[in-house]
């Protein structure tokens, strides 16, 4: 069965340059590059909200018209306004159906983790893959099986399900998720405040007047007679 792509109705556009793609936008086109390898390429232009439409299907492959010939692509780069987040360029390379290409696919976890219905806490740490295939054999995502992951376990690209339609290129000795156990939170330390003594009148008694009910004598300082020696 031959697969279906998605289909983008492009113009070829002879103004180029940031003026000349300023004016498409305005028009509700989003201007772009077809490349071909070895070939010299094509400056496009595609209606704004197909586009976005195409895009948002999740598709990797695209089937453009060109001159009355079909030409399939998937997307080179993509560029996006710093402020606004809205796709302002957009750039294809064309592929053959029959020539396999290196392309990035998304991984989705699938299943309950063992580890997080014991507590612990699920880290993604590797969210794609680059493959190798036909283009008729890009999957939308690769899937990973994490039912078996228990606390303080990982997992690898070493143990994604393989499949015949594709060829992983990453290394198999990335960690792709793991389960930790939740971090506990330090209570913080309370300092015992010092007790202050207070006199009959409220005033604060220095230290060593409490037991002696004297103040200690400053070096060069008189030391206080006795009042029954005044009395004599």
Request: with cysteine; proline share 5%.
């Amino acid at each position: 069965m031959t697969p279906q792509y998605e289909y983008l109705e492009t113009l070829k556009r002879t103004a180029s340059g940031s003026k000349g793609a300023k004016a498409l936008r305005q028009e509700g086109k989003i201007p772009g590059v077809f490349y071909f390898k070895g070939e010299e390429s094509i400056h496009l232009s595609f209606d704004k909200k197909t586009l976005l439409k195409s895009l948002h299907m999740g598709g990797h492959i695209f089937e453009l018209e060109l001159d009355g010939n079909k030409q399939y692509a998937m997307i080179k780069e993509i560029q996006y306004h710093p402020v606004t987040d809205e796709i302002i360029h957009i750039d294809f390379m064309r592929v053959r159906r029959d020539e396999k290409i290196t392309i990035s696919v998304p991984i989705a976890l699938v299943g309950e983790s063992i580890g997080v219905n014991e507590g612990g806490v699920m880290m993604q740490s590797l969210t794609s893959l680059e493959v190798s295939c036909l283009p008729e054999n890009v999957p939308e995502q690769v899937t990973m099986d994490v039912t078996e992951l228990e606390m303080n376990s990982s997992l690898t690209v070493a143990d994604i399900a393989v499949s015949k339609e594709f060829d992983i290129l990453t290394s198999n000795d990335l960690t792709v998720v793991s389960v930790q156990p939740p971090k506990e939170e330090e209570e913080p330390v309370v300092e015992a405040e010092e007790e202050v003594l207070l006199d009959e009148e409220g005033v604060p008694i220095e230290e060593g007047e409490a037991e002696g009910g004297e103040k200690p004598v400053a070096e060069g300082e008189d030391a206080p007679q006795d009042k029954e020696a005044d009395s004599e």
